[in-house]
């Protein structure tokens, strides 16, 4: 794997207006470095220790985003220092992302993760429950996060058009949510598709941010 190449080859495919998110989850500290040096700024992980240590270990420009499922009690841990939570879940969280940053003395921005694959195991809100979240009245007292936009992760297929009908669903969602007089704390305008198996069709389908671990890393083991 040649990190730098990969990350110089990923550029060249990106349009304007979409970011590359490198996920460095279980890949370790001299591998991130080397992403870095070739530009990258903004990495992912899923982890909340592993991400705590690795904002520890490397430059303190670095751009950190929790991309993995988060638990009420870990938010603590990163409030202080996290760019972008691309995975949240229920109004619970918020409500905890919100009172963490608040003792950090800062605005925490999110992205809600939408349920769009086939599989069970996915987590995120249906479009019911997002839409219903973004009604409840408590969002008003949230000043301590900011909702940035949404996230999704399409079926584990070799199907392309059944992972593009997930991302066009996505894109959808985001659009008509967009087009709703919105509170003070939801400012739609990322949209958080595409991983190294689908990037290209997420960027086609209108990704804002693509999140590519082994394309740039290579396996994990
Ligand atoms: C691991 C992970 C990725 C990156 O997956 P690759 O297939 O290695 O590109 C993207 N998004 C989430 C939420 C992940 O957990």
């Known amino acids: 794997m040649n990190i730098k190449n990969n990350i110089t080859n990923l550029r060249l495919n990106l349009p304007t207006g979409c970011k590359l998110i490198a996920v460095s989850k279980t890949h370790p500290a001299p591998l991130i470095q080397e992403a870095y040096d070739a530009g ?8 909340v220790q592993e991400l705590e240590r690795k904002y520890q270990e490397l430059p303190k420009d670095i751009e950190w985003h929790m991309i993995g499922h988060l638990q009420s009690n870990k938010v603590k ?6 760019a972008l939570i691309h995975s949240v879940d229920s109004l619970k ?3 905890e ?3 963490q940053g608040e003792k950090a003395n800062r605005i925490i921005p999110c992205l809600l993760q939408i349920h769009i694959a086939e599989e ?7 479009d019911e429950e997002v839409l219903e979240l973004l009604k409840d009245e408590s969002l008003l007292k949230l000043h301590h996060i900011k909702i940035k936009g949404l996230m999704g992760m399409a079926t ?7 992972i593009r009908k997930e991302f066009k669903h996505l894109k959808t969602l985001y ?4 087009a709703l007089s919105l509170p003070a704390t939801v400012e739609m305008s990322e949209l958080s598709m595409g991983m190294s198996s689908d990037y290209g069709i997420a960027i086609e389908e209108g990704s804002t941010m693509i999140r590519v671990g082994s394309s740039i890393f290579g396996t994990r083991h």
């Open 40 to 47: 990258q700024r903004i990495f992912g992980e899923n982890k």
């Open 77 to 82: 841990y990163i409030a202080p220092f996290v």
């Open 93 to 95: 969280l918020l409500q």
């Open 97 to 99: 992302i919100n009172k």
């Open 120 to 126: 069970e195991t996915k987590f995120g809100f249906s």
């Open 156 to 162: 584990f297929t070799s199907n392309t058009e059944q």
């Open 175 to 178: 659009g008509k949510i967009k």
